[in-house]
Structure formats: structure tokens, C-alpha cells
């Protein structure tokens, strides 16, 4: 089975499975039910709210429903890893939505009356479990395809960047979104009106807290040199650097906007090396086009091969501030070379600029 | 933006570092409005002095090419594209005269023969 098709599976059998749990109680005990049924319950189990039976039906079946529909579109669209944080978010909580709309369902099973229907409190760790469970299995289903899915240029036609002894290079690039900054600016705005209006205080924070992630990750800038790749948001924080050495493989690849986030501009992700042929400190790199794949075919040239490099005698003479520069030969000149055994695990790196907006870590 | 240096090259690193920032300018990978990398990090990348940047930042900005300002970053200006494809012309005619022999008087008067 192939990594998408197994997504696929896993993804929609949780979503088929997350629908059943959801609907099923209440279709099968519909004409057991009280009306209005008990949709609301203490700590102890008891019921302390309720709502007409037709409306919590819809409500909380619904919901699960909805969380399961969701689950199967975004399993069908995902079509890169960066997205299997939010595809075991998504599972997760259609999980628990869908343990919790059948659990109300059945608790109001043959009551008179919905002061007489009772949740076990195991009910509620049913619900986490489930929650729990469906997250794991969607996201190991998102990351098994890692090393076996990427870049479908063949080797032969990857760009290369070609670096002579001496040379060293660096690549920089920063995605703007269109619209992050707009509403971040717009939020602040709207949270210093309300701040001075009669509204409570937490209104005006709470736009406030909206805005501001929106501000802070509206631009995203990325950096790759000699010292490995380093990732910032706008104002310069929060930021990631990922040193040379955990670099395995670097390629480019393309995101839609409409994957979960709104598009992605680098992740950084951890999986097994050595999965694809070529992938490995000094080995050559996956890429596709344009700039990514320019700045893919950068750090391809930089892989460092374990062992001792050999200077130029310039960089030699102007150690320790060219010294990196040796160690960018000793990259260049070992590309080819096969993966080293003691790889276990290793930094796997996938630069976009085109449709960045967002970036997605999943360590 | 892909900034490369030689180190083994005669020319010094700072101009270097301008001269491809330059180009990045001239064919419209950097627009104007954009921040180029602060120097630190740019300087990190390349595996150079931080003043090794700082100096070709402030002879871009000598050559009208960007704005820096305190807190605000290294922001190229606008027009710069169009000033940088000149620059970038006149280096290399420059570079082409000095190559042939040609001084700076002999360069002068080709320039005037090409203007009239």
C-alpha cells in the first residue's frame, strides 16, 4: 500500500469510526429517549443540563459528525507531512466528540425523565483514551510516509550549486502572508477601541491574543549557511536553528494554502535516515524548482562527511573565521557518497517560500 | 537571495557580499520595501565577521541601494533596482577596461563616445 493510500485508510477509517460512535446511539435508542434529554452533567456524574432531543441530537452528533467529515477531507488533502500535527488534532477531537455524543446518547436510555440520566465517570476516560488513540494512529500514519515519499525528481535532475574550494554560500529568504499582518494590525486596533468602551477587560485582551500570533508569524525568514539552517518569525523570535550536523537530506517541496495552516513555509521534522538512498550527511539532496530548490541544492553541497577535512590553505590562514569554509568543501566534495551506517536518526528539512505562511515544527 | 563568496579571491569578502546583494536587487529577488537579513545572521551563515556584512550594507547604502536604520533592519530603498542594473553595468565595464589595460581617462573618453 502506498504512503498516501495508507493515509487515506487511516484517516477515513477513524473518521467512519468517529461518524458510527457519534450517530449510531442515537439512531438505535432514539424511541427510548426522554425529551428533553439531559445533554449536561456534574462532576459526579449527574445531570445538570438539558436541551430537546432533536436539538441535542443534532448538536452533539453533529459535532462528532462534523469532527469526523473534517478528519476525512483533511486526510485526503494532506498531501505533505506538515500537516500530521493538525490531522491528529483534528482526530483526537473527533474522537472525543464522538465518545461523548454517544455516551449522552446512551445515559438517557430508558430514563423518565432527564433528571434521572447518569454519566459514568469512565465514560470521560473512555473519551480521553479515544482522544489519545486516534491522535497517535493519525499521526504515525502522517509520518510513516516520510522516508519513502518527497521529491519525485530523479537525481540525476536535481539542481546543484556548484561550490569551488573557497567558496561559501548562504540563502536567505522571507514569506510574507497577506493577510497575517492586516488582521494582526487591525486586532490591536479593534482591542484598544473595546479597551476603552464599557465591555469587560477580557474582551479586549482576548482580540488582543488573537491578534497577536498573527503579527508575530505574519513573516517568516529563512536563513541556511555554514552553520545550518535557522528559521525566525518576523520580529526576529520565536526562532529555530538546526545545526549542520542534523541535517540529512534538504529538498523543496510544494504546499497548498489549503493544507491545514494556511500553507507552510519550513518544517523541520525528524525521521529515520537512511530510508531513501540518499539520504545522509554528505549525500546529495532532493530538490524540485525555482528558489527552494536553490536553496535545497545550498545545503546538499554542505553535508558534512564524518572525518577530517581538508582546508584550503586560505581558510587555513584565516581560522577560526573561515574555518566553516572546510567544512563546506568537505560537504561538496563528498556528495555521492553512501549514508553513514551510524545515522540513526537524523533532521529532515523542507524549505517553501512560495505559498509560506505558516510554519509547522513537528519534533 | 543566494549571497556566495570566495574566500580565496582577491577581492575583498565586504565587496563581495555587496556585489551579490547588488545583483539581487537588479534582477528583483529583493524588491524594494524588503529587509535584507540582519548582518549578524547573514554574517553566521556565511561563516564571516558580522562587520564583514555590516561594511557591504553600508556600501550599498553609500551607493543609494538601501536604508538602514536602528531597529528597523537594512530595507532597500525604492528606485534601488534600477540603480542597481546601472552600478552593476558600470562594474562591469570597469572591470572590462582595467582588464584590456584601459585607464580611467581612456575609459572616460569611451564613455563620451558612447554618449554622443
Known sequence: MSPASRRRAVTGGLAAAAALVAGVPWISVWGELPDPVATHFALGGDADGHLPRLVAAASTAGLGLVGAVALAVLGARARARPVAGATALVAGLAAVLAVLSGAVALANRGVGSWHDARLAGWVVLLAWAAMAGAAVMALRAMRSDAATEGSTTPPGARPRLKLGEGDRAAWTGTATSRWALPVGAASGALAVLVWFTSAPAWVALTILATGLPCLAFGSLRVTAGVRGVRVAAGPGWPRVSVPLERIAVAEAIDLQPSTWGGGVTAAVERSPAGRRGCCGPGTPCASSSSTAAQNAGLRRTRCPRPGPARPTPRTAQNAPDRASGSQLQAGHRAAGSAPPAGAARSRHIRPRRKLGRVLTFAP | ?116
Open chain 2, 1 to 116: 537571495m543566494l549571497v556566495k563568496v570566495d574566500a580565496c579571491s582577491t577581492e575583498p569578502i565586504f565587496r563581495q557580499v555587496a556585489a551579490q546583494v547588488r545583483a539581487a536587487v537588479a534582477t528583483g529577488e529583493v524588491e524594494p520595501g524588503d529587509r535584507l537579513p540582519p548582518a549578524r545572521e547573514l554574517a553566521g551563515a556565511l561563516g564571516v565577521n558580522m562587520h564583514t556584512v555590516l561594511r557591504a550594507y553600508a556600501l550599498l547604502r553609500d551607493e543609494g541601494l538601501v536604508e538602514m536604520r536602528r531597529r528597523r533592519g537594512v530595507i532597500v530603498q525604492g528606485g534601488a533596482p534600477a540603480r542597481a542594473r546601472l552600478l552593476g553595468l558600470a562594474t562591469d565595464l570597469t572591470a572590462e577596461a582595467r582588464r584590456q589595460g584601459m585607464d580611467l581617462v581612456a575609459t572616460y573618453r569611451l564613455l563620451e563616445e558612447a554618449w554622443s
